[in-house]
């Protein structure tokens, strides 16, 4: 493999220096193999979190719905995915559960698991934001002639909200670290693809290092633009 | 309620520090009347114990078995070591020889130029070779180069992972799913989600005949028949690779060697 030359970044001496060393060329030559193993988490972490949104907002109404099979259901749904590992989760339904299922691809299987998995906590991150808001609000909204799921759409949830946006972010952020869990059903994320290099090089140092500065960059981002959400909502 | 909490945080306490306790005692008890002075020297051993017939985990008992695993306890028997056996990834095997968390290993790893360049091997202890393994009642895939375009499913490291790689330059459209044992390949070959494993034929043949019966077959003849196992240490170090490869001749010519042999490869 040819290695793209940066000479200029660092000084011809300095250059030499570096690619002398076979770790640094092992990194070197296969940046864009990191970049997209990069994409692919995070792909992997955007579908997982936006659908587990939509399933832990479901999942935490139910929990807090005065039918008792609903919230039993729920109550059994956020025990069981908080309670046992993502990783063997993921082992579970990609080999055990979806195959009766469907032919799933292990890109699939890895977001219905992460998915899953995901929707037990923001479940439990939307269940106490919406306890946070005020019992007064929802009085008063009834008082207002509001039924029970008017109020909650138009006066407890768009409050709730604010308080769950920062630890939604914190969950988004746990997600793409907890997504390298899906390595172990071959899915070509940012871990997979270290590993396969690091198989075949055995450059530890250099090859874990590369992954961790690419998985950095991304969380490190994502904490950025959060801290940008939770100014612009403390200001409106 | 906080009464309970107390008691429940005794009573975790007491039975970790017995698990602990329970441990510690197993370790330094000697054993009665060994004739042989016990031995001071330990020998750190790496292993994948997933991989049948060659290193894998007792069922029964928890220990570590198969032809490896028998291979080097005796190796440390006659060369008067202590053989403490620890199973990690395959990928991890050759870094941990690399940073001396183990002085060798032996993990059905064959002889490769890449490896070399790594690290050092012992005389060959094994012959090796691939084949191609197919659900049972698959008829199209008949030898390796049918593979071309298919879904494959590999453990990392492994050379059966890299033949699988290597039929992207025929087919561009292959695709290689990489696991980090070869249960896990195998079974994603079961379910469906790959058409052929390549692999070690002595661990695939011992799938098929066990877990795998009915389920899979294998195809075609054994290639990269040139193939030889043996036993990993670090680069350099010669007293260790001279230690190995005086044990292992001692066995063979002791007859050892080709006891243990049978005992797990009948033909």
Redesign the interface.
């Known amino acids: 493999m040819a290695i793209t030359p940066y000479p200029m970044l660092f000084g011809a001496t300095l250059w030499e220096k570096l690619t002398a060393i076979n770790g640094f060329n092992v990194v070197a030559s296969n940046w864009a193999y990191f970049i997209e193993g990069g994409l692919v988490t995070l792909q992997l972490t955007v579908l997982s979190v936006s659908a587990g949104m939509v399933l832990g907002l479901i999942i935490a109404l139910m929990k807090m719905s005065r039918w008792r099979l609903l919230s039993s259901v729920a109550v059994i749904y956020i025990d069981f995915f908080r309670g046992t590992p993502l990783l063997v989760q993921v082992m579970l339904f990609h080999f055990g559960i979806l195959p009766i299922f469907i032919d799933s691809g292990p890109f699939l299987s890895g977001v219905i698991a992460c998915s899953l998995n995901s929707a037990a906590y923001v479940a439990e991150i939307v269940r106490a934001g919406i306890q946070a808001v005020d019992r007064g609000q929802m009085e008063a909204a009834r008082s207002l002639g509001m039924n029970g799921s008017q109020a909650m759409r138009y006066v407890i949830l768009p409050q709730a909200y604010k308080i769950v946006v920062p630890p939604m972010i914190n969950e988004f952020v746990m997600l793409l670290k907890d997504t390298s869990l899906v390595s172990v059903i071959a899915v070509m994320e940012l871990t997979h693809r270290g590993k396969l290099l690091y198989s075949t090089t055995y450059e530890a140092a250099w090859v874990w290092g590369a992954v961790c500065v690419v998985y950095y960059i991304m969380t490190k981002t994502i904490a950025m633009m959060g801290d940008w959400i939770e100014r612009r909502l403390a200001t409106e | 309620m906080k009464k309970h909490l107390k008691l429940l945080l005794v009573a975790m306490l007491v039975f970790s520090l017995a698990a602990v306790g329970g441990c510690a005692q197993k370790e330094p008890a000697p054993q009665p009347g060994a004739q042989t002075p016990a031995p001071a020297k330990v020998l750190n051993v790496g292993t994948q114990a997933t991989y049948p017939p060659f290193e894998f985990v007792d069922k029964a008992s928890g220990d570590f078995i198969g032809f490896d695993m028998d291979l080097i306890r005796a190796i440390g028997k006659v060369q008067g070591y202590e053989v403490k056996i620890q199973s990690m990834g ?2 991890a095997l ?2 941990s020889l ?2 001396d968390k183990v002085d060798v290993t032996i993990s059905a790893q064959s002889i490769t130029e ?1 490896r070399l360049k ?1 690290i050092d091997f012992s005389d060959p202890y094994f012959k090796g070779g691939l084949i191609v393994a197919v659900r049972a009642d698959n008829t199209t895939i008949n030898k390796y180069d049918d593979l071309a375009g298919k879904k494959l ?1 590999a453990e ?2 492994t050379i059966g ?2 033949a699988s790689e290597k039929l992207k330059e025929k087919d561009p459209k292959t695709q290689v ?4 044992g070869i249960g ?1 390949a195998f ?2 070959l079961e ?3 790959a058409e052929g494993v390549i692999n070690d034929w002595a661990v695939t043949d011992y799938y098929m005949q066990t877990d795998g019966k009915d389920k899979i077959k294998v195809v075609g003849e054994i290639f990269q028949a040139d193939d030889q196992y043996g036993i990993g240490i670090k680069k350099g170090d010669a007293e260790t690779l001279q230690m190995i490869n005086e044990g292992l001749a001692k066995l063979k010519t002791s007859g050892e060697f080709d006891q243990i042999y049978k005992k797990w490869f009948s033909e």
């Open positions: 395959f990928d050759i870094p690399q940073a890449d790594a499913a990392v490291g992972a890299a799913r990489i696991f980090d896990e079974m994603e379910k469906g989600g």
